[in-house]
């Protein structure tokens, strides 16, 4: 076994537990607007952080670099509420619960705070997967080094000359996604990603919810333009939709040996560079690297640099003995959990969700490109024939999900009912 790929497994394997008890954690990305169509006020938002301490009982866990608070957590829930990339867009990241009813609790009491305070002064917090006013806001990242090397490297992507990448390195300022984290086991993590990864085309139709002013991109989710025409995307195996199927976890690995590595840190301070593929990284000698204030320097790799590897793919394996889904962009408010709930059921009901996909109508219609379907079903319009097959495939899906919703007992079955009426179940 290579070096890069033992390290890789030691890194994502290690908390995968044979029987896990199953948990949900959900991150929830939301645009702060300003209501009147005016940018936001990012001092309104620092300002909003500084509130949220004392009116919600929060303990300060970040600060940028002059001292304003930009991650807060609550200590029993373990609930955090932060900056996501800029100022304009506030995470919830919620500590794992066992079932949705509680983090929607959490979220309602945190919201009703929140929506006050920003009305004040004229802001909302609002259900995009892209900021609306974009391209007046202010888009710098967050004071604070792994945001801010984030955005440095992307800009990068402006002295790419061979890669076909977009003109939006600023885009991690204004996009916002919801992700679901769900825990999975040594047995069923590979089965987990594999289904997943074939309904990706059903998710997108369902969940499309960040159509973009600033281009001609035949699409309802430009996130994942953003991702794959990116520095993110040099390695298509970094982002999006898994190419393939895995046959076993030697085939999986050796997918994840081919995403990138690009930062990188050294007596605190952080380095970022062209991305290099974790199969050459140890065997590369020196690396040209850039420092947060731009000062070249040469790096030697080192292996303790794959303690920082994180790839972006749509069903993504963490070190938390997780899969996380992150190919969903921030729903409207009131069907905030429909994702979430959609992901669970699914989950839960893994073996009826893998029969199903052996034999689904929709893929003998279109083919199993599971990659170049995800866009052809993000258009902004789809012919009959399109529209027909991916609505009953949403419908059988929406079945499936609903199923193991029941199974689980939880009463959560009602989160789906957003996504029933699109669909007139």
């Known amino acids: 076994m290579s070096p890069s790929i033992q390290l890789l497994k030691d890194r994502y394997l290690k908390n995968i537990k044979e029987n896990p008890d199953l948990y949900i954690g959900i991150e929830l990305e939301f645009p702060i607007v300003h209501t009147k169509g005016q940018p936001t006020d990012i001092e309104v938002s620092k300002d909003l952080l500084r509130f949220l301490v004392d009116a919600l009982s929060l303990e300060v866990e970040k600060v940028d670099q002059e001292g304003n608070p930009i991650q807060l957590v609550e200590p029993m829930s373990q609930d955090r509420i932060l900056f996501e990339v800029s100022y304009t867009t506030l995470e919830f990241a919620f500590g794992r619960a066992q079932n949705i009813q509680e983090i929607e609790g959490r979220f309602q009491a945190y919201m009703k705070v929140i929506q006050e305070k920003l009305g004040e002064k004229n802001h909302a917090i ?3 997967g892209i900021h609306p006013n974009w391209n007046q806001n202010d888009n710098r990242p967050v004071a604070y080094p792994r945001y801010q090397m984030l955005m440095d490297y992307l800009s990068m992507g402006s002295h790419q000359e061979s890669a076909h990448l977009h003109d939006f390195p600023q885009y991690g300022a204004f996009i916002c996604g919801s992700q679901v984290q769900l825990d999975v086991s040594t047995d069923n993590y590979l089965r987990v990603i594999n289904a997943f990864t074939q309904i990706e085309a059903a998710k997108a139709y369902l969940f499309a919810n960040s159509e973009f002013s600033g281009a001609d991109w035949d699409t309802q ?4 333009i953003f991702w794959e025409d990116s520095m993110h995307g040099i390695y298509p195996e970094n982002v999006g939709v898994n190419s393939k199927l895995f046959q076993n976890e030697d085939d999986f690995f050796d997918y994840l040996d081919h995403s990138a590595i690009f930062t990188a840190e050294r007596d605190g301070e952080t ?3 062209s991305p290099i593929q974790a199969r050459d990284y140890l065997a590369t000698d020196e690396i040209p690297a850039y420092t947060l204030n ?3 320097t040469l790096l030697v790799p080192l292996e303790k640099d794959f303690q920082t590897h994180r790839s972006y793919q749509f069903q993504d394996l963490t070190t938390r003995g997780t899969v996380e889904f992150r190919s969903v962009c921030t729903q409207p408010l009131d069907r905030t959990f429909a994702s979430a709930a959609f992901h669970l059921g699914l989950l839960v009901n893994l073996d009826k969700l893998e029969a199903y ?4 109508p929709f893929f003998e219609s279109f083919g199993r490109d599971y990659k170049s379907l995800r866009r052809q079903f993000s258009k ?4 009959d024939e399109e529209t027909a097959g991916i609505v009953q495939f949403s419908k059988d899906l929406l079945a ?3 199923q193991g919703l029941e199974m689980r007992g939880q009463s959560e079955t009602t989160y789906l009912e957003p996504l029933k009426e699109e669909l007139d179940v």
């Open 271 to 273: 380095y970022y560079f």
């Open 126 to 128: 609002q259900g995009w």
């Open 294 to 296: 731009g000062k070249e």
């Open 357 to 360: 996909l052996e034999t689904a």
């Open 400 to 402: 499936i999900a609903e």
């Open 221 to 224: 989710i430009s996130r994942d």
């Open 380 to 383: 902004k319009h789809l012919t």
